[in-house]
Every structure is written in C-alpha cells, then in structure tokens.
C-alpha cells in the first residue's frame, strides 16, 4: 500500500510533498537532482521491495523535489539553498532533531570529472593553435576537433556540478547554448555536400622582359 502522502511548506512557501515508511530510526532518502516521483518510484517492485526491506527497521522518509513530482510545480529557485530548505521544511515538519541522511547523488562526482577533462582538452586545443605553424594546418585540424568534446564536457560539468547550475536562468543558458551549437553542427553536416568547390587561382604568368629602347641614330 503506497504510503499516505503529506505536505510540508518550504523556506519560500514551496510544497514539498513527503512521506514516510516504518518504525525506527529516522532515515531521510533525499531524491535525486533532475527527477522524483513519490508514487510512480512505489510503483517499481524492486525500488518498493528495497524501501519495504529499510522499513523494517528505520522510519523511511522520502520526499519530491520542487517543481517535480506531487511537490509544488510554480517554481523558478532550484539552487542548492533552496534545496536545502526543501530538506529543512521535512525535517522541521516531521519534528526530527537527529536522522540519517542518505544523498543519492553519485553523478556528482561524475560531472566534476566531465569539467576536468574538458579544461585539459581546451588546454590542448589552445597550445595546438600557438604550435599552429610547426605541426602544420593538416594536423591543426584534426587536434581543433577535440573542442567538441571538451564543450560537450564543460556543459555536462556546468549543469549537473556547476555551483551556480541550480539558478533557472543559468540552466537555460546552459541549454540555449548547447541547443545553438548543435543546430549551427546539425547545418553545417546537411550543407556539407552542398558548398561550391574552391576556385583555383589563375596560373601565374612569367612577366616578359619590357623592350630595349631603339635610338634615333640607328
């Protein structure tokens, strides 16, 4: 049987929806960052089993994330204080004093990890410009074909790790901007076939020696 669902009220007069499993040790399960459901997630038998076995000797408490799930969907603050207030609010709520806490968030590291490579690979690209003259242009490009990657990275690291991802119009940015850069590839891939050969320059003519001047006299 799905556990009753409650309602707790946010620092910034958000709903967050709750609910809790068990006797026992209180043991909050916060939700992960992009997507929580309380009722479709009982819905999965293993995650249902997992959470029945926990019940069994800790008070299991879980909770939606703002704007997603049961909780409030009018929302334009997802940093991380306002998440912080959203676990504050369940806490205060439920009147707990000590619990166990339990962050699901292992893409966390995986995101530091995608900006790491992302600025060796910038660095490489920059240093292949400087060297541009040395290695020759053949080579330049291909090493110039990293930037896809690293930007690809440096956006991931910027929406699932960045210290301001949280912010709305950040995240939006974020998007815009990978949106924008796959379109202009998505063109430039379509037009490929399409773009008029390169014009051969002229041959060049060997300049002919201007005629001796022809005196009167002769």
């Known amino acids: 049987m799905m556990p009753h669902v ?5 620092g910034d007069g958000t709903n967050i929806a709750y609910s809790t499993l ?17 009722e479709k997630m009982w819905e999965l038998p293993p995650l249902r089993r997992g959470l029945e076995q926990l019940a069994e000797h800790w008070t299991v408490v ?16 997802f940093s991380l204080e306002a998440h912080l207030l959203d676990l504050e609010a369940v806490a205060d709520t439920l009147g707990l004093e000590r619990l166990a806490l339990n962050g699901p968030m292992h893409s966390g590291p995986v ?16 240093v292949a410009s400087w060297l541009r ?14 930037a896809v990657p690293a930007f690809v990275l440096a956006l991931m690291h910027g929406l699932f790790a960045g210290s301001d991802g949280g912010r709305a119009w950040l995240f939006w940015t974020y998007m815009g901007t990978g949106l924008i850069v796959v379109f202009l590839v998505l063109v430039r891939g379509f037009t490929a076939g399409y773009r008029p050969p390169r014009a051969e320059p002229p041959p060049r003519v060997a300049a002919t020696p201007a005629p001796e001047p022809v005196s009167a006299e002769s």
């Open 6 to 10: 409650r309602s707790a009220r946010s």
């Open 22 to 38: 068990g006797e026992g040790p209180p043991l909050v399960l916060m939700p992960a960052i992009l997507f929580s459901h309380l």
């Open 62 to 77: 879980r909770y939606d994330n703002r704007g997603c799930g049961l909780s409030g969907r009018e929302v334009n603050d």
């Open 111 to 126: 995101a530091v990890a995608f900006g790491i490579v992302a600025m060796y690979l910038t660095v490489f690209v920059i």
């Open 133 to 146: 003259s040395r290695i020759g242009t053949s080579r330049w490009r291909k090493t110039h074909l990293l």
